[in-house]
């Protein structure tokens, strides 16, 4: 298995443009998770997934965040307009139900300029 | 709210120490603990996982405990190397939920 697969690693966007980030989870996981990472504040969960379908969007700063899962094996977490302060690593992780631990894509690094 | 601390926030010991990070824990109803590495840059790599029902699991010179009850859990790194440098971090999934709360870290640097 190849792991989580985010895509692009990084990214530089000027303030005020649409960035979109890309999750495939490991396959038969059926939750999903995007996370962001910052020195000030660590990690944070966004939102998670259940088979598809999303469960808890509290952590989602503004209504400028959305996140779609349109099928098992895809997500994107969406920003726009973007601005300076999301600046910060995006990491989307997956897992099975219960008992099992998180796997983590090599995560998105974010410039917004 | 689970809220979860790691002690130190970093440490630098000599090649060959052997060393422990702590990580505690303010809510005990969790799943599972799960210790992480992250390499400056790079993504976490997962080290142990502990079941809620268990006490302890081990890696090769890796050891993790843990304490429900207390809301506490040790790793214990043995005969540290200078490529054990790099950030460490604890994470707890909740029992009402299956969300995964992280510590601050503990960044640990091993000089030769």
């Known amino acids: 298995d190849a792991g989580v697969i985010q895509s692009p690693r990084h990214e530089v966007t000027e303030m005020g443009q649409e960035v979109t980030l890309r999750c495939k989870p490991i396959?038969?996981?059926?939750?999903l998770f995007w996370y962001r990472q910052t020195m000030m504040r660590g990690l944070e969960l966004l939102i998670y997934?259940?088979?598809?379908?999303?469960?808890?969007d509290s952590g989602m700063p503004e209504d400028r965040f959305s996140a779609k899962m349109p099928n098992a094996s895809f997500s994107t977490l969406k920003i726009q307009p973007s601005e300076p302060r999301d600046s910060a690593v995006y990491f989307c992780?997956?897992?099975?139900?219960?008992?099992?631990?998180?796997?983590f894509g090599s995560g998105t690094r974010l410039t917004v300029v | 709210k689970q809220e979860v601390t790691q002690i130190p926030a970093a440490l630098s010991v000599p090649e060959g120490e052997n060393l422990v990070l702590n990580c505690s824990f303010t809510?005990?109803?969790?799943?599972?603990l799960q210790w992480f590495r992250q390499d400056p840059g790079k993504g976490l790599t997962s080290l142990l996982l502990?079941?809620?029902?268990?006490r302890e699991q081990t890696s090769g010179r890796l050891n993790a405990s843990l304490d429900k009850s207390s809301g506490r859990s040790t790793l214990y790194i043995a005969a540290s190397q200078p490529g054990d440098s790099a950030t460490y971090l604890c994470?707890?999934?909740?029992?009402?939920?299956?969300?995964?709360?992280f510590g601050t870290g503990t960044q640990l640097k091993v000089e030769l």
């Open positions: 992780a997956s897992s099975s139900d219960g008992n099992y631990g998180y796997t």
């Open positions: 396959s038969g996981h059926d939750y």
């Open positions: 997934f259940n088979n598809n379908v999303p469960i808890d």
């Open positions: 809510d005990s109803a969790i799943y599972n």
């Open positions: 502990i079941q809620s029902s268990q």
């Open positions: 994470a707890v999934r909740a029992g009402g939920g299956n969300k995964l709360t």
